[in-house]
C-alpha cells in the first residue's frame, strides 16, 4: 500500500469519526437552537397553552387517559386487482391484528370512468382494488364483520359508500352501528390535484361531485352516528411537497369550508365538528412532527371555539389518523425502510394518533407483498405492547 493511499484510508477514518450535523433547521426551514433553557418557554401559560391530556385546548392528547384507555388503530392502506383478491388480503390483515380497513381504489373508480371506456385500459385494478358496481362492493365485503370493523377508503365519489351502505343492510346490519371514515376527500382534491378543480367547484359553486358529496355527508351526519367525515389527508399535501406549516394550513382551512356548508344545511357546530377527521402526515423530521400534531389539536381547538363557538368539548378535540410518509421509502436496500417506518410511527404514537398507517417496506416497487405488510403490522405491535409507550 502506497504512503498516499495509506494516508487517504487515515483520512477518511477520521472524518467518518468526527463526522457532525451540518444543518440545523427542521424540514420546514424553522432553525433549532443549540441548547433550550427555561426562559424558551417562559412566555407559555401552562393551562391556558398546553392544559392536561383530554382537556382543552388538548395539545397533550384527546383524552385523559390517552392509550391507557384505548390503543390506537392499526390500519394498513391496501387494494390488490379484483375484488375477489382483495377480499382475500383483507382477511389476511384481519387475521394478523388489524383494527381497521383502508380501501385503495384503482384510477378509473377513482376518477369516476367506466371500466368499458379507452381511458380505464391497462389501468383497471393497477395501484388499489376496481368497483365499478353494487355486486363489486359486495364481493369485497364478503365474511368481513362489518359492525366491528372500521373501514376508510380514498373514494372521492359517494357511490362506494352507498353501496357498502346497502350491502350492510341487505346482510342485516344495523347500519346505525357501521363505523366509517370517509365521505367529503373531495374537498381536499384540489389541493393536491390542481388541474382538477372541477372535482370541488363549478361555475363559482360546487360542482356536481361536490353537491353529491355534501349530501352524503349530511346524510351521515344524520343517520350514522359512528361514522366520521374524512374531508383531507395532508399526507398527500405533504407528498406534494409540503411542509408541516403546509399540512396544518390546508387541514383548517378545508375544515373551514365544509363546516360553513353543513351550517348552511341546517347542522349544529357541535355536531359537525365532533365528526370531522383528518389524515395527517408523519415525515422524517421526528421532532418536528411530534411538535406539529400538538400545535394542530391547539389550534383546531381554538379556531372551533373561537371563530365557529363550539361549546362541546367532542367538536374543539381534533381526532385524527396518521399515515406514515411511504414517499421516504426506497427502492434501494428496501430493508432500511422498515426503521424509517418505525421512526415515522414512533413520532405519530408520541403525537397522540388515534390511528396509524405504517408502509411496507416494498411500498416503493411494489403493491405490498404479505410478508412486507406483515412486518408493517408487527411494527406497530412492537411499539404497542413492547416499548412502554402504551402506560407512559
Known sequence: MSSQTEENRRKKIKEAYREAATNFTTDSGIPVKNVYTPEDVSGIDFDK???????????????????????????????????????????????????????ELDGPTLYGIEPDQPMAEGQLGVC????HTFRDVEILSEGLPLDELSLSSDAFY??????YILTA????????????????????????????????????????????GNDFCEYAYRNLPKWNIWFTSSYDIQEAGGNAIHEIAFTIAIRNELIREMLRRGLD??????????????????????????????IWARTMKEEFGATDPKAMCLRFHVDVSGSNFT??????????????????????SMGIQTPSFDEGWATPTEEAVRLAIRTQQVIRYESGLQVN
Open 158 to 163: 359517494p357511490d362506494v359508500w352507498q353501496s
Open 128 to 131: 388499489g382494488v376496481a368497483l
Open 49 to 103: 397553552d398546553i392544559g392536561l391530556p383530554g382537556q382543552y385546548p388538548f395539545t397533550r392528547g384527546h383524552h385523559p387517559m390517552m392509550y391507557r384507555g384505548k390503543l390506537w388503530n392499526i390500519r394498513e392502506i391496501a387494494g390488490l386487482s379484483t375484488p375477489e383478491r382483495f377480499n382475500e388480503r383483507c382477511k389476511f390483515l384481519v387475521e394478523q391484528g388489524v383494527s381497521a380497513l383502508d380501501w
Open 331 to 352: 427502492r434501494q436496500q428496501p430493508l432500511v425502510n422498515i426503521a424509517r417506518g418505525a421512526l415515522g410511527t414512533l413520532a405519530a404514537v408520541l403525537g397522540g
Open 269 to 298: 357546530i357541535d355536531t359537525i365538528g365532533s365528526r370531522l377527521s383528518p389524515v395527517l402526515g408523519a415525515n422524517r423530521d421526528f421532532f418536528e412532527e411530534i411538535a406539529k400534531l400538538r400545535a394542530a389539536r391547539r
Open 169 to 212: 343492510k341487505k346482510r342485516g346490519y344495523d347500519i346505525s352501528k357501521l363505523r366509517g371514515i370517509g365521505g367529503a376527500i373531495f374537498y381536499y382534491g384540489p389541493s393536491v390535484f390542481p388541474s382538477r378543480m372541477d372535482w370541488l367547484v363549478h361555475k363559482g359553486g360546487f360542482s356536481t361531485l361536490g353537491r353529491w
